[in-house]
């Protein structure tokens, strides 16, 4: 559902003289498969974002291939958004001075969603993601934690085959971050969604990912299932211990 | 995903189009909504206008009394010309701004727009296009009529000025917003827009003829002055509900630099899609 292969994406950043290249991301490569949920681990820098971008077509690779959907994302950036959710949970896809509703309405017309059929799915979302309360408040309005599960249902709304999810769960109390888990593992396993889950909370990890990527400096460091993670530190007993010894650089194996 | 249910080609691609046209207008709409949140701020902005004019007003008299017939305009004109100048502020967004654009590339938010499957352009057209309509209700009509009311101004000679100088009207909003477009696209390869905003203050408030009537320059000033595409925002839609300008001629200088500008901020959208960090990692 998802290939990589060999990319790269540089940046020239300053200006005349002190005029230099930073690779964001170098040959990167990795696949995945329908129906797998993903997690995409890496410090703050190490270029999950810019993957990210890619991913979705908001960049273009400097080099080296992608595929998302059967799609190259940065050619074909409007077919492809049609078959993937995006969510960026420091970001907002709605519309801040109208009630939920109305976001909701225009993503149908963006997506050309057939209105029983939209009905249909915002009443499962609704009530999966309890979002009855407050679809005719207006966004501004509402709490991080109900933003949030907004923003998760206007990612689902046009059924994407992939859903990418950057950060879902930041800033969400203890019970939110829960009901989001449950909703997005339901989703993966119910729907046959592809997930692919930035973030930094391991607990997301954790209870929702069968397989952890770990990008490091712009390249794969790790790539492998959960267990496959811990087995790197073997003497670290919780999973922050050995993640912050991945990317530290103080593990025993790479790739 | 798309299904055709197996229609033919031309009767999907007009539903196809149709669909488009109710996605921006609903989108207009939604900009129409969403600046009748901060109704106190345009209430605020017709008071401000309505005053402003008034004091531009006696400005022009004293000019007129002393130079009659300025600039084509007798006194009675040239405080009309005062009053609309002051009505276009809001819709035109002479002061510059009135786009999130610019706020969303600098935060990097405009990721999320760009991950839609829409024309980001035409998308805040749109948007764009709705938050016009609604400060032309609160912001051009109050003061307009507080003008009416003081100095008693001119009205339009006929239906064909009527109807001229609304679309004169509607093609100024266009080709403001393209130009305020490209300003809020700078911020991609600048980093941030404020130098660019208040350069196009002053281009703007000049170049338009919100200072003064264009008319009123000699030379090879004014030619400039009334070639360039600020002028499309006050002197030309004032000079069409004065009667003061071919209609065509008007009307077509408009369109032109309304094209113009709206394929060089798709050229410039492409540009900044292809090479530009977007910030906020």
Known sequence: MIEVQEVGRSFTVGRRRDRRTVHAVRDLSFTVGAGEFVGYLGPNGAGKSTT???????????????????????????????????????????????????????????????????????????????????M???????????????????????????????????????????????????????????????????????????????????????????????????????????????????????? | MITTRGDDRGSFRRRFRGGLILLYLRIAWYGFRRHSAYRSAAFAGAFTNAVFGILRAYVLIALWNARPGLAGYDLA??????????????????????????????????????????????????????????????????????????????????PAAWLSFTAGLALGVVVSFGWRYLVALSACWFMDDRGMQSLSLILTLFFSGMVLPLNLFPGWLGDLARALPWSAMVQVPADLYLGKRDILDALGFQAAWAVALLALGALATSAARRKVVIQGG
């Open chain 1, 52 to 134: 990210i971008k890619m991913l979705t077509g908001i960049l273009a690779p400097t080099t080296g291939r992608i595929e998302v959907a059967g799609l190259d994302p940065s050619r074909r950036r409007t077919a492809l958004a049609r078959r993937i959710g995006v969510v960026f949970g420091q970001r907002t896809t709605l519309w801040w001075d109208l009630p939920l509703r109305d976001s909701f309405e225009l993503i149908r017309h963006l997506y050309k969603v057939d209105r029983v059929v939209f009905r249909e799915r915002l009443e499962e979302l609704s009530s999966l993601l309890g979002l009855g309360d407050f």
């Open chain 2, 77 to 158: 004109d040239a405080v009309t010309f005062c009053f609309l100048s002051q009505a276009f502020i809001g819709p035109m967004q002479l002061f510059g701004g009135g786009l999130e654009l610019s706020g969303r590339v600098r935060s990097g938010d405009v990721a999320v727009d760009l991950v839609r499957p829409a024309s980001l352009q035409l998308w805040s057209l749109a948007d764009d296009v709705g938050r016009a309509a609604y400060l032309f209700l609160l912001r051009s009509l109050p003061p307009t009529a507080v003008g009416a009311a003081l100095f008693g101004l001119v009205l339009p000679s006929g």
């Open chain 1, 136 to 255: 005719a408040t207006p966004v501004r309005q509402l709490s991080l934690g109900q933003r949030m599960r907004g923003d998760v249902t206007a990612a689902l709304l046009h059924d994407p085959a992939v859903l990418v999810l950057d950060e879902p769960t930041i800033g969400l109390d203890v019970v939110s971050k829960a009901a989001m888990r449950e909703f997005l593992s339901r989703r993966n396993a119910e729907h046959g969604t592809t997930v692919l889950l930035t973030t930094h909370d391991l607990g997301d990890i954790e209870r929702l990912c069968r397989r952890v990527m770990l990008i490091d400096h712009g390249h794969l460091a790790f790539d492998g299932t959960l267990d496959d993670l811990r087995a790197t530190v073997p003497e670290e007993k919780s999973i922050e211990d050995v993640v912050a010894r991945l990317y530290t650089g103080q593990a025993t194996t790479g790739a």
